[in-house]
């Protein structure tokens, strides 16, 4: 059980997931948590490589680091979102496609 | 002294740079600048020419500079027998055709500037010794012309300027092609004594595309200088740029500009290319019995008096390529006729020399009487000589020296060509005998309608020719009859260069050649 | 310097400063400068008069001096020009100048009050400089240079009147005609001086000798240079310009187309008889002939006094020419030289009948009737009987009447004819033509005569104002008269039968330098053998001329109308002059004028528009196609289609681009799933 395989495993699965609803939710809130999956991810990916690798702690320095850049991360998002939705009464981000213009 | 031509050159150009700086409005100061620089250069040829030896033959005053080394081109200037009437011929035409355009009411400073530039143009080709420097002043002439006609001629004058300068233009670069040619197979020079030497042996024998180089040379030179005489087929721009150019410039056009086609061909083709000379100089004399007829019978038709003076000049020119196709009398395959050949070769250089004198004043005349009655239909005058008196008496001077009566100079050029021209050609001479009828046919009958019968109503106020006309006309007048009775001091000039020219055509070239 | 030589350059240079004053300064000059003009001729007749004086007291036949000046020096190629006086040339010289002088002093007269009097004095004087160069000549070129200004001064003085339409076609068509002939003059020249290498007498005579000159050649450039004479004379088809040379003042016509200039052409065929082959003779003679006899045919029906005068001056030259012809060179100038004096003074005579009837109907301000029209005068006998006799006496000269000059010359000249068609019976119809001539001319001149001085006045209301012309003008008169007996050609003898006199005797025939022709000595035997029967015959026409003239014009027992009647058609030719002019108009000058305007209109309004701007054309078209090619081919087809290109690709792509990020990460995982696989693979 105690094996880097498992925890390669599972954060595979969390960073489809997350990558999955970045891709397929229409509902920004909804993107970002799918980005927070990701990130939670690679955190898991840090910290079995830290444990399976012997590289001291600082893959658990850097998985801290980015639970603090996603808090950080997600007030900025959250902040843009709410702008979206001031501007275009909606979080679809489908209708917010001026890039493409 | 030494640098007496280039002085002879740029003194034009000190003019224009004198002119530049006046005000527009001081007409009557450019105008003076225009006298003084032409009359200083007028009286600078003069002392070239008492200075000249014409005991030699060869090019004197040479000046030689380098100007573009990495490809030979030299500043290189000089003169001979051949050049030195022309080289008198221009400054004193320019000098009275300052005279004549007195009366520009447009543009003056514009006007003298170009005339001065279009100078510099004219009498820079006669003294370069350089192909190439040639080449350009033959273009520096060029572009003036164009302005002087189209902005200064009559109504149809930008229609005239540039045909005039399209088939010029189509000559000068035909001319150029010439030039590289002759400068890629003669040693890789443009300086046309050395020319002189080595192209005769340089180029014999020498195919391009199966042809002669000889050949092609020739005849895009013939056709480059002939667009200028102008030979027939090429002479349509003529009568054009005659008629719709301001007086001054079609003396200009008529007295130096034609004469160009004749001093190129005697210049660089026949020393340059002896054997074509051979070769073509029965098309010369054909093309020249052409001229003779086709320019008298087209003159005969004119009502247009200076559309007629302008054919007259065609069939002048006639005569000149006769006398001119008369050289190869000398050759050995015809007996060695020096007497023929110098009597042609002289006469054509005269005959350029006193066409350029007669067709001068025969323009200034008609310039009088247009500027008075602003229109030169023949019918439409009638009985002047009862107003005009004096007019009618220069006029008569004009015409008969025009029709080649003896005492005019151009009497005796006419009678050199025919005489040298004659036992070579007999057929062709003969028959361009009849020219000689013509040619007082059309005066004559000109003059009847213009100056005899009953005065029209209409111009019994004409004023007579006043004091600056007269001015214009005199010299030439008297040049005219000077050279008429006593032809040798201006055969004395050129004899000598015409021997050497008839030695280097006759022992360069032959028919051999090819 | 011979003094023959300073001579001859003050007889020949002197009237060309009065000419060159006169044109000048003529009329600033007081009297308007006549005075400088009679004074240049005068002291030319006085010189010409001395060196006749020193020819008479030599009597030496072989008398010659030459000088010459080089003209042209090109080495090869050179001229002189000189002077020759031999005594063929001081006669010339006496000639000219005492007709000339002549004419000056009746002009006086008969010019006085034209606004161009100075102008006139001024064209006399250069005639009399040009001719003198023809008569002194040593050389072709300056023979034909002179010639060319003879023609120039008898083209101003025939349109003197210029503003007369009539006279100034008149001078156009006499300098014209000349030229005509002065082209075949030319090319004899050229082949002269081809074959021989100069123009000088001297040098051509030793080279036809020398045969360097021969055959057919020859006979070209023998007829060529008579073709020069055939214009100056007015030979036949060439005369046509002599009738209409009479528009001009009438003293020129007596100076210059009658006596002179005219002359010209058969003094110079007498200079040059040496170097004529005998083929280029025979045609000179029946072209002579002809002309002989044509004009006198013309002359018989012309009513205008100066024209009836004037083709019988043709007719006298074709005379000489003929003369010539037959080898009777020396007749030939005695019949120049004696015709000069009578017919010089017929046409002072009619010009002073032409003034008189001028003044006249002046008077009576009547402009209508021609004071020319012999048939306005008649009866001017006893109105003006020096005009009168002067005018009988001439004409009993030129009818060839014994005690006259004519009679000698033409007699002279009729013997060399017929002695010639005894030797060669084919040509029998030269002395058919001669004495055929001789009786017409006795004819139509007394006709003339009778016309204008005798019967009753035509016109009696002018009758009253006819006076005699003044001492001016009635003493050439006078004195040309005298000229007209035959004493002064005859002297040291006496016998009015002969020809034998001074004339004769130092005036010699050169033999022909040609291979084939009779010698001077055997052409003079002929003639002297047909003397006699010549001198019969001619005495004969010339009665029968004047007797019929008598009978028509006098008595009037025959009706001229109605012989003109009877013979309709030669009379209409003759008065129309055999239609020449009309022929000439429609077969020579209307079609040769056609073809200038065709070749003009060709050579503007199609060759240069369509030829030449065709080229115009043909490029402008060119550089349109190249900027089609260039702005839709090359521009719009290939440079902007790399745009177009692009922002079509560009669409399409972008419909890629959805503007949504959830894409952008698809595509980005899409892209890292295919490295991967190819990573792996």
């Not at chain 1, 603090?68 to 001031?86: C, G, P, S, T």
């Not at chain 2, 070769?345 to 008075?372: E, K, W």
């Not at chain 3, 006098?554 to 009379?571: F, I, Q």
Request: charge should be neutral; glycine fraction near 8%.
């Amino acid at each position: 059980m105690d094996q880097l395989q498992n925890y390669l495993f599972i954060a595979a699965i969390l960073f489809s997931l997350g990558l999955m609803a970045v891709i397929t939710r229409r509902n920004g809130v909804a993107v970002l948590m799918g980005i927070e999956l990701i990130l939670n991810a690679a955190n898991i990916n840090l910290v079995a490589f830290a444990r399976f690798g012997g590289m001291n702690y600082s893959g658990q320095i850097f998985a801290l680091f980015v639970i603090v850049l996603a808090a950080a991360e997600a007030a900025v998002a959250l902040a843009i979102v709410i702008n979206i939705f001031n501007n275009y009464s909606s979080i679809n981000v489908d209708e917010v496609s001026q890039l493409k213009q | 002294m030494e640098y007496i031509l280039s002085w002879l050159i740029w003194l034009p150009v000190v003019g224009i740079v004198v002119i530049l700086f006046i005000p527009r409005e001081r007409e009557y100061i450019i105008k003076m600048t225009a006298v003084v620089t032409t009359g200083i250069q007028l009286a600078l040829a003069l002392f070239l020419w008492s200075k000249f030896d014409s005991g030699l033959g060869t090019f004197q005053f040479i000046e030689k500079a380098e100007w573009i080394p990495s490809i030979n081109i030299f500043y290189s200037l000089g003169v001979d027998g051949l050049s030195l009437p022309m080289v008198i011929l221009t400054p004193l035409l320019s000098f009275l055709a300052v005279f004549v355009s007195w009366n520009i009411d447009r543009a003056v400073k514009g006007y003298f500037a170009l005339f001065l530039l279009l100078d510099t143009g004219m009498i820079g080709v006669f003294l370069a010794l350089d192909f190439f420097l040639f080449y350009v002043f033959w273009e520096v002439m060029l572009l003036p012309m164009y302005f002087l006609i189209g902005m200064w001629g009559g109504p149809q004058r930008e229609y005239a300027a540039i045909k005039f300068f399209l088939y010029t233009l189509v000559g000068s670069v035909l001319m150029l092609v010439a030039v590289i040619g002759l400068y890629l197979n003669c040693g890789k020079t443009f300086d046309i004594p050395t020319l002189m030497e080595t192209a005769p042996n340089a180029l014999s024998g020498v195919m391009w595309w199966g042809f002669s180089a000889i050949k092609i040379i020739w005849i895009l030179l013939f056709i480059g200088f002939a667009i200028k005489v102008p030979v027939f087929p090429f002479h349509t721009w003529l009568p054009l740029a005659h008629v719709e150019a301001p007086t001054a410039i079609s003396v200009i056009l008529a007295g130096v500009l034609l004469k160009l086609g004749v001093y190129g061909l005697l210049r660089i083709n026949y020393p340059m290319l002896p054997d074509a000379v051979f070769w073509f100089s029965g098309a010369m004399a054909l093309l020249g019995l052409i001229n003779v007829i086709w320019g008298a019978m087209c003159a005969l038709a004119q009502t247009d008096l200076k559309k007629l003076v302008a054919y007259s000049s065609i069939n002048h020119m006639g005569y000149a390529l006769l006398g001119m196709a008369a050289v190869i009398a000398a050759g050995a395959v015809n007996g060695g006729n020096q007497a023929a050949a110098q009597a042609g070769l002289s006469g054509a250089v005269f005959q350029m020399f006193n066409h350029g004198t007669i067709s001068a004043m025969l323009f200034i005349l008609v310039g009088v009487v247009y500027d008075r009655a602003h229109h030169r239909d023949i019918d439409g005058f009638g009985g002047l000589a009862k107003q005009m008196p004096l007019y009618a008496g220069m006029c008569m001077i004009a015409f008969f020296a025009g029709l080649g009566l003896p005492g005019f100079s151009g009497f005796v050029s006419e009678f050199m060509c025919f005489i040298g021209a004659f036992p070579v050609f007999k057929v062709i001479v003969i028959i361009s005998t009849i020219g000689i009828l013509l040619n007082a046919a059309y005066f004559l009958s000109a003059y009847k309608r213009i100056f005899f019968g009953e005065l029209n109503e209409k111009y019994k106020d004409m004023p007579e020719i006043n004091r600056r006309e007269l001015l214009t006309v005199i010299p030439l007048a008297v040049i005219t009859i000077l050279f008429g009775i006593y032809p040798r001091p201006f055969l004395d000039i050129i004899s000598n260069t015409i021997d050497h020219l008839i030695y280097q055509v006759t022992q360069m070239g032959g028919y051999a050649g090819f | 310097m011979n003094i023959f030589i300073q001579f001859a350059l003050i007889i020949y240079f002197l009237p060309l400063a009065a000419f060159v004053i006169n044109i000048m300064f003529g009329k600033r000059l007081p009297r308007q400068g006549d005075w400088v003009s009679i004074g240049a001729v005068g002291i030319s007749l006085i010189l010409s008069v001395t060196m006749f004086a020193g020819m008479l007291l030599d009597y030496n036949p072989d008398f010659k001096v030459e000088a010459f000046w080089r003209w042209i020096h090109l080495g090869a190629f050179n001229i002189d020009l000189g002077f020759l006086i031999d005594n063929i040339t001081i006669t010339m010289l006496l000639v000219v100048a005492l007709v000339s002088t002549m004419t000056h002093i009746f002009s006086i007269k008969y010019m006085e009050g034209d606004p161009l009097y100075y102008r006139y004095y001024a064209f006399l004087s250069l005639f009399t400089f040009s001719m003198n160069g023809i008569v002194l000549a040593n050389n072709l070129m300056l023979l034909y240079m002179s010639w060319e200004l003879v023609g120039l001064s008898s083209f101003l003085l025939i349109g003197f009147w210029f503003e007369k339409d009539s006279a100034s076609t008149a001078a156009n068509k006499a300098f014209l005609t000349n030229r005509v002939g002065d082209i075949g003059f030319f090319i004899g020249i050229m082949i002269i001086f081809m074959y021989i290498g100069s123009v000088s007498y001297g040098d051509v005579f030793n080279g036809v000798a020398s045969g360097e000159l021969t055959g057919t050649l020859l006979t070209i450039a023998g007829i060529g240079l008579f073709m020069g004479a055939m214009g100056k004379s007015s030979q036949v088809p060439l005369h046509i310009w002599l009738p209409d040379a009479m528009e001009g003042p009438t003293p020129v016509s007596a100076l210059m187309h009658a006596a002179t200039m005219v002359a010209a052409g058969v003094f110079m065929m007498v200079r040059l008889f040496p170097i004529m082959s005998p083929d280029a003779l025979v045609f000179v003679a029946y072209i002579g002939g002809v002309t002989a006899i044509f004009a006198s045919v013309i002359a018989v029906t012309q009513n205008d006094i100066k024209k009836v005068l004037a083709y019988s001056t043709v007719s006298q030259l074709g005379y000489m020419i003929m003369a010539v012809g037959t080898g009777a060179y020396i007749a030939a100038f005695f019949h120049l030289v004696t015709h000069a004096a009578f017919k010089a003074n017929l046409f002072y005579g009619s010009g002073s009948v032409i003034h008189a009837m001028h003044h006249a109907l002046h008077k009576k301000h009547d402009d209508e009737t021609d004071p020319q029209d012999m048939r306005n005068m008649g009866g001017l006998k006893e109105k003006m009987p020096i005009t009168h006799r002067a005018m009988f006496i001439s004409t009993l000269a030129i009818a060839g009447v014994p005690l006259f000059s004519g009679f000698l010359s033409k007699d002279a000249i009729l013997a060399g004819t017929l002695s010639f068609a005894v030797h060669h019976p084919v040509h029998f119809l030269l002395p058919v033509f001669g004495f055929g001539a001789a009786l017409i001319t006795a004819f139509y001149m007394f006709r003339l005569i009778f016309m204008t001085f005798y019967n009753e006045p035509q016109k009696p209301e002018l009758i009253d104002d006819i006076h005699e012309s003044p001492w001016e003008m009635a003493t050439p008169l006078v004195i040309l008269s005298g000229l007209s007996f035959f004493i002064f050609f005859t002297l040291p003898y006496f016998n009015p039968f002969s020809d034998h006199g001074w004339f004769t005797d130092i005036i010699h025939a050169r033999d022909s330098l040609v291979a084939g022709t009779p010698t001077a000595h055997e052409i003079a035997e002929g003639i002297h053998h047909s003397h006699f029967p010549a001198m019969l015959l001619s005495l004969f026409v010339a009665g029968g001329g004047i007797f019929l003239a008598w009978q028509m014009y006098l008595k009037k027992s025959w009706s001229p109308d109605s012989v003109s009647e009877k013979y309709k058609t030669l009379y209409l030719l003759s008065y129309n002059k055999f239609y020449i002019d009309e022929i000439y108009s429609r077969y020579v000058y209307t079609p040769v004028l056609k073809l200038a305007d065709r070749i003009a209109f060709f050579d503007w309004e199609i060759y240069d528009k369509y030829f030449i701007n065709g080229f115009g054309r043909v490029t402008n078209w060119l550089a349109k196609l190249t900027g089609k090619v260039d702005y839709e081919g090359i521009d719009q087809g290939v440079v902007d289609s790399f745009g177009r290109n692009t922002r079509r690709a560009g669409k399409m792509l972008r419909s890629l681009q959805t503007g949504k990020l959830q894409t952008y990460m698809l595509f980005a995982l899409v892209g890292v799933i295919f490295i991967m696989i190819f990573q792996v693979v």
